[in-house]
Nanobody
Framework: VQLQASGGGLVQAGGSLRLSCAAS????????MAWYRQAPGKQRDVVAR???????VYADSVKGRFTISRDNAKNAVYLQMNSLKPEDTAVYYC??????WGQGTQVTVSS
């Protein structure tokens, strides 16, 4: 199983980014998929999760600003991030169960 994340970058506060994660090496339509993030010196925390049926759960810190979605035909998961804040700065990782991680993509939000 391989997960390839992309879409990170540098953006000013209030801006938007869209992260993408392409999965390969299996069929993921029945898998939970998620985005995590890890800021320097902090633990890796879940940002958003989406089940195979499309049910979503968000961390309180991103509710109303981030949207997770998936395209099962493409084995892909996305994270639309709006109204970005400096505290959103982190390396973002995509994840699918049971324990598969992408390589991470850096998101930096300047104030």
């Amino acid at each position: 199983v391989q997960l390839q994340a992309s879409g990170g970058g540098l953006v000013q506060a209030g801006g938007s980014l869209r992260l993408s994660c392409a999965a390969s090496g299996g069929i993921f339509s029945r898998n939970l998929m998620a985005w995590y993030r890890q800021a320097p010196g902090k633990q890796r925390d879940v940002v958003a999760r989406i089940t195979s049926s499309g049910s979503t759960v968000y961390a309180d810190s991103v509710k109303g600003r981030f949207t997770i979605s998936r395209d099962n035909a493409k084995n892909a998961v996305y994270l639309q991030m709006n109204s970005l804040k400096p505290e959103d700065t982190a390396v973002y990782y995509c994840y699918t169960n049971p324990d598969n991680w992408g390589q991470g993509t850096q998101v930096t939000v300047s104030s």
